[in-house]
């Protein structure tokens, strides 16, 4: 086990990272009663111990893994090359929690993208960029349709008017009618929860027009929705993309628009320098420096819970420590929380067959690449090489952002879909994301060389991945793909690390591969993530909150589940502080 008590700097791997080490007076954490303990050490988990130990709360986070991070990691998954092994970009963390918890101090960097997006096509002549820049944008859109170009800028305005709509939402609990204790709520949290809806009802009056086309995106397909603002691909094909990435789902299927929302609401998407981990550590420094205690490699077996009460009483680790807290926050997704460590019978039947029920399906296979050389892109001639080495490319603008392969038009997209759907395998023709983040953060890769991450869809989770000669089968056919919009790719891999859904699940403790935790679908967002009624962090035993992506605002690096869930969790602490005090007043009165 490794306990990250006191911080310092280290160089390793060509990169800065935190080195912990245990601090000789510190008590064992089984012999401490925890203000919360805290179940997993990924993001959300750590914005979580940041805000209540920089509250003065005796936090404590137990991570699984020796690494830190969850899905937000960096690895050195094969020598000299860091990857950023699950989540690779960034642009939803909150900027809130950038701000009051000043992630800068703490190592916290990250890297713009321009351009921001590179698709080719399959005829290897012909490519699209997109980029911050909107005068680059038109004119690049203008190859393919000056009529899509004039409107493009609209485009933007509009949807950072939708933006602006459902923003206010993210960073508060959801209004729950079927909150089975709404008269137990502060006056300080009915207001929070219905500060959104005032928002939006502002909104309605001052611009009708605006929120029919807001609850007309919620309900419709991502196509539907576009092509009403243009005709051309691969520009219709590239914006869906936003739409169904992580979810089994096409651009046909209802529901898709809310999901292009959800990933344009942070902005222009950037690296993390040094990777994703990156991330992770400097959310982690910020919760040590407030005090918080941080156990790697020390899995929760279970859940403590006195019954009679339904009220948590701490965790047991799988070594058969007993922990006690007087709260535990999860930030392992719903069915694991509920499902596996919660004790059987601790919970209502008709909660458990919520979370028993909940979509959990992932289309997700996630490739990680180190590579001998950039790839070289048919549609591009031969450009400048690095001086000395003549046979190894310079990075390049198709090198820097996104790169979107089968991904020519809408119809390849919605035809991977049901290929993987329709007959419960992997897609004959997968759609690709390709990002190669060491074009633009040469820490992460030797001079001259590359790491790449293929994020794959659609693949199934039952599929037999478990047999190696299948799962080979599939990465190879995913490298062949590569290797038909970029000659030589194949020739330039050293090695690479596979992950499909049943991986990810086994590497990162996310249900079927589910990277948000759940489905983004309508009937689990908002009031009913992850289940009516319990939507606002707090859960059916007394004392245990939720406060991954399984909770309200969802998936993504944002942090908003972290941070909302600690805001409730602090009211609950006081309140009940409170009470106790109270209830000494009362007891000693009464001698």
Partial sequence: MNTLRTVFPTLFGNKLQLAFRRSASQTPIEKTHWDAIIIGGGHNGLVSAAYLAKKGAKVLVLERRKVLGGAAVTEELIPGFQFSRASYVQSLLRPQIVKELKLSKHGYS??????????PLSDGKKYLFLSPDVEFCKEQISKFSIEDAMRYPQYLHWLSKLCRLV??????????ALYND??????????????????????????RKEMTEFFELLFSNSSKMLKRWFHSEPLLSTLATDSVIGTMAGPDTPGTGYVLLHHVLGG?????????????ESLASVAIEAGAVIQTDTPVKSILVDEIQRKVKGVETLDGQSILGRCVLSNADPKRTFLTLCPKGSLPDNFVSKIQNLDFRSPVFKINVALKKLPHFRCFP??????????TLAAGPEHKGTIHLGSDNLDMIEKAYKDCSAHHRPSAVPIVEMTIPSAIDPTLAPRGQAVAGLFVQYVPYNAPWEDVNFKKAFVDRVFSMVEDYAPGFIESIIGYDALSPKDLERVFGLTEGNIFHGSMSLDQLYSLRPAAGYSRYRTPISGLYLCGSGAHPGGGVSGAPGRNCSKVVLRDLKRNAEGASLQMALSFWRR
């Fill in 167 to 176: 923003e206010p939402f993210f960073d508060e609990a959801p209004y729950d």
């Fill in 182 to 207: 709404i008269s137990s709520l502060s006056l300080a949290e009915r207001w929070s929860s219905s500060r959104a809806g005032f928002h939006l009802l502002r909104e309605s009056l001052s611009s």
């Fill in 110 to 119: 990250v890297l713009a993208r321009n351009p921001s997006s590179f698709t």
């Fill in 268 to 280: 222009d998407w950037s690296y993390v320098k040094g990777g994703m981990g990156s991330l992770s």
């Fill in 382 to 391: 031969k450009r400048q090489t690095f001086e000395g080495e003549p046979t």
